[in-house]
C-alpha cells in the first residue's frame, strides 16, 4: 500500500512530531508513506519516508481571504501529487469541523481517494462546535480514529457516527523527541530556579478548561508546606482573559512562588521547562486526550491528573501517577502535598509513566494498528 499523510499544520503548531513517528510507525509495519505538510515545517535528515511541504504561505497575518484560497489551492496540488504517485489512502488529522475540513473530504473523494480521519478534538472548546458539521463532514470518510474510548463515545453521542466507522487507536509517545541536554541542573540556572526547591510545571494553552485557576486555589496550602515551592507556568494564552489569573495571584498571595513564561513556547525551549520540574499538574476541567500528558511522562516526569475518563484511562492513582477530583482544589492541595512529601513515591510514579507510555502508546505498535485499519479500508469494495 502507499499511504499520504496530509496534515497542513505541521510546524507552525507542534503537530511536526506526531506526523513523522506516525509515518515511522507506518514504515516499521511494512507500508510506504507520504508525508505531505506545510512550509514551516522542518525536516531532519534520514527520514525512512518522504516528506513535500506542499502548503506554502498557508499561516501568518495575511487576510484570511487570501490564505484560505492559498489552502485550496495547496489542497489541490496536493491531492494531484498524490494521484500521480498513486496513493491509494490518505489519511487527515481534524481539530475542527469548518469549512477547511469540507473541503479536504470533498476534493478527496473526487480525486477518489479513500480517507481515514484521526479525530484529535472531538469538541471545540471554544465554543464554535457544530454536532451537525462534524457529523455530515466525517459520514463522508472511510474510518475514524479517536484516541480513546471517550472520545469514540462523543463521536457516537454528538455526531451521530456508527460504532463500526470508529476504531481506538492511542496517541503515541515522545520518547524519540527527548533531548539528552540540558540537564535538569542547567535547565534551572537557565530559569534562574534554584537547585533544591520544589517546581511544579503547567505547561501548554492557557484557557479556561485546563484549570490553572483551580491550580493556583489549590497552592496555597502547598506553599505553607513547602515555602520555596515555584510553579512555572508556560504557554499561550488562547481564547482566555489571563487577567484573572494573575489577580489570583496577588489574591493568594503567590507572587514570590510563580515563574510566568507566558506566549508561545518554541520547540527547542521545550525541554528547558520539563527538566526543571519535579511534577507536571494537569488540572483539567473537560479532556478527551492531552499531549502535555504523554510528553511528561516521556520525559520521565511524575504527573498529577484530575479524575476525568481520558486521564484515567491512562493514569491510575499511586500506580503511574497521582490523580484528584475534578474542580475540587481541596482534592488537589491534598495530592500535591502527598507527592512532594514522598520522593520515594515520586521516584516510583516516574518510572511507572514512562514505562505506560514505553509500552502501551509505541509508535511501532500504533503504526501496525493503524496499518491494519488501513487494509480493512482498502479490501472495502
Known amino acids: 500500500m502507499k499511504i499520504a499523510i ?3 499544520v505541521g510546524g507552525h503548531g507542534g503537530m511536526n512530531y506526531y506526523d513523522f513517528s506516525l ?12 508525508v ?39 489542497l489541490l496540488r496536493t491531492l494531484l501529487d498524490a494521484r500521480r504517485q498513486q496513493i491509494e489512502l490518505i489519511h487527515y488529522h481534524f481539530f475542527h469541523y469548518t469549512k477547511m475540513e469540507t473541503l479536504c473530504v470533498l476534493f478527496a ?42 472520545s469514540r463515545r462523543e463521536l457516537i453521542k454528538k455526531a ?9 487507536i492511542p496517541h503515541g509517545n515522545y520518547l524519540n523527541a527527548i533531548p539528552k541536554s540540558p540537564s535538569p ?19 501548554g494553552q492557557i484557557k479556561e478548561v485546563k484549570g490553572l485557576d483551580l491550580l493556583l486555589q489549590a497552592l496555597p496550602p502547598v506553599v505553607a508546606k513547602f515555602p520555596n515551592l515555584k510553579l512555572l507556568i508556560a504557554g499561550k494564552v488562547w481564547k482566555d482573559d489571563f487577567s484573572k489569573y494573575t489577580y489570583l495571584i496577588k489574591e493568594k498571595g503567590l507572587q514570590n512562588n510563580i ?12 525541554a528547558i521547562f520539563y527538566r526543571s520540574a519535579d511534577l507536571v499538574v494537569l488540572p483539567y476541567r473537560r479532556i478527551y486526550q492531552s499531549g502535555v500528558l504523554l510528553m511528561a511522562m516521556s520525559f520521565g516526569l511524575p504527573v498529577i491528573v484530575s479524575d476525568l475518563e481520558g486521564m484515567t484511562e491512562i493514569i491510575q492513582n499511586r500506580q503511574n501517577g497521582f490523580v484528584f477530583r475534578v474542580d475540587n482544589p481541596n482534592s488537589l492541595s491534598e495530592q500535591l502535598i502527598n507527592a512532594l512529601s514522598d520522593q520515594d513515591q515520586l521516584k516510583l510514579m516516574s518510572q511507572a509513566g514512562q514505562e505506560t507510555v514505553t509500552q502501551q502508546h509505541n509508535w ?16 472495502r469494495k
Not at 505538510?37 to 487576510?63: A, H, M, S
Not at 484529535?120 to 480513546?148: P, T
Request: proline share 4%; glycine share 6%; hydrophobic share 45%.
Open 259 to 270: 515563574d510566568l513564561h507566558i506566549g508561545y513556547i518554541p520547540d527547542e525551549d521545550v
Open 364 to 379: 511501532k505498535l500504533i503504526g501496525q494498528q493503524t496499518l491494519k485499519l488501513y487494509q480493512t479500508v482498502s479490501n
Open 109 to 150: 473523494q473526487l480525486f477518489g481517494l479513500r480517507i481515514v480521519v484521526t479525530a484529535h478534538d472531538v469538541e471545540s472548546f471554544a465554543g464554535e462546535y457544530s454536532d451537525h458539521a462534524a457529523g455530515r463532514i466525517l459520514a463522508r470518510v472511510d474510518k475514524v480514529i479517536a484516541h480513546n474510548s471517550v
Open 185 to 203: 541542573a542547567v535547565a534551572r540556572k537557565i530559569l534562574n530556579l534554584a537547585s533544591k526547591e520544589p517546581v511544579l510545571l503547567f505547561f
Open 23 to 34: 509515518a515511522e510507525g507506518l514504515v516499521s509495519a511494512g507500508t510506504s508513506v507520504i
Open 36 to 74: 505531505y505538510t506545510c512550509d514551516k515545517t522542518i525536516i531532519p535528515r534520514g527520514l525512512p519516508f518522504e516528506v513535500k511541504q506542499t502548503f506554502k504561505k498557508i499561516w501568518g497575518n495575511n487576510y484570511k481571504l487570501l490564505r484560505a484560497l492559498r489552502f485550496t489551492l495547496c
Open 6 to 8: 496530509i496534515e497542513p
Open 160 to 168: 451521530n457516527l456508527p460504532v463500526a466507522n470508529i476504531e481506538i
